[in-house]
Each structure stands twice: as structure tokens, then as C-alpha cells.
Nanobody, 124 residues
Framework: QLRLVESGGGLVQPGGSLRVSCEASGFNFEIYAIGWFRQAPGKEREGVSCISSGGRSTNYADSVKGRFSISRDNAKNMVYLQMNSLKPEDTAVYYC?????????????????WGQGTQVTVSS
């Protein structure tokens, strides 16, 4: 059974850094693109970043370009999202998701499996 589990969220001050992780199990991880999405209270879910199955291609939302970096370790079935220069508007629940269809940050409809999310709060 395909399973994704996020971890690493927490409270961080503006300008700080945080790394969230996504651990996959129960499927052939290395053939799936993995995306990170987030949803803040009262707002729609938005795509943050995506990494292709082999890790050679990455996409980022304009709002996080230059601040966030996605990576994966297929040997460990892990995907990481390194978040630097965090802003209060980055506060949200962050979800990872798996796709065989596309590596896109524009829509979550390509992603069929989702984790339960991890809370990231940026506040002083």
C-alpha cells in the first residue's frame, strides 16, 4: 500500500530555515515524481515544488524560487524540501504527493497519493 509520511515541520522565526521530509513506502518510489504542496487556513492548496522521478528536473512556485530547494534520495525513499529565508506567508500545512503523470506545481490533480501533512509556522 502506497504511503507517504511528512515530518520536520515546526515553529521558526522569519528569516529562518527548516527542512521537511517525506518518507515513502509501499510502492516503486523511484518511478514517481514527488511534489510538495501547502495549504494555509482559509486559502486554497497551492503547489510549492516538484522533483522528477530521477531527480534531474525540478519545478518551483514563483513565491518560493530562490528560497526553497527540493531533493530526493531514491535509495532511502526520501524527498526533502529545504526552506530558507522563511516568511510568515509560508505558514501552512505542507503535504507531499506522488505522481506517475506529471511533475507540476500548477495543479494537484496529477497526484494520486498524498501524505497527512506537517505544520510549518513562521512567526516571531
Amino acid at each position: 500500500q502506497l504511503r507517504l509520511v511528512e515530518s520536520g515541520g515546526g515553529l521558526v522565526q522569519p528569516g529562518g530555515s527548516l527542512r521537511v521530509s517525506c518518507e515513502a513506502s509501499g510502492f516503486n518510489f523511484e518511478i514517481y515524481a514527488i511534489g510538495w504542496f501547502r495549504q494555509a487556513p482559509g486559502k486554497e492548496r497551492e503547489g510549492v515544488s516538484c522533483i522528477s522521478s530521477g531527480g534531474r528536473s525540478t519545478n518551483y512556485a514563483d513565491s518560493v524560487k530562490g528560497r526553497f530547494s527540493i531533493s530526493r534520495d531514491n535509495a532511502k525513499n526520501m524527498v526533502y524540501l529545504q526552506m530558507n529565508s522563511l516568511k510568515p506567508e509560508d505558514t501552512a500545512v505542507y503535504y507531499c504527493a506522488a505522481s506517475r503523470l506529471a511533475c507540476s506545481v500548477k495543479s494537484g490533480r496529477y497526484f494520486g497519493s498524498w501524505g497527512q501533512g506537517t505544520q510549518v509556522t513562521v512567526s516571531s
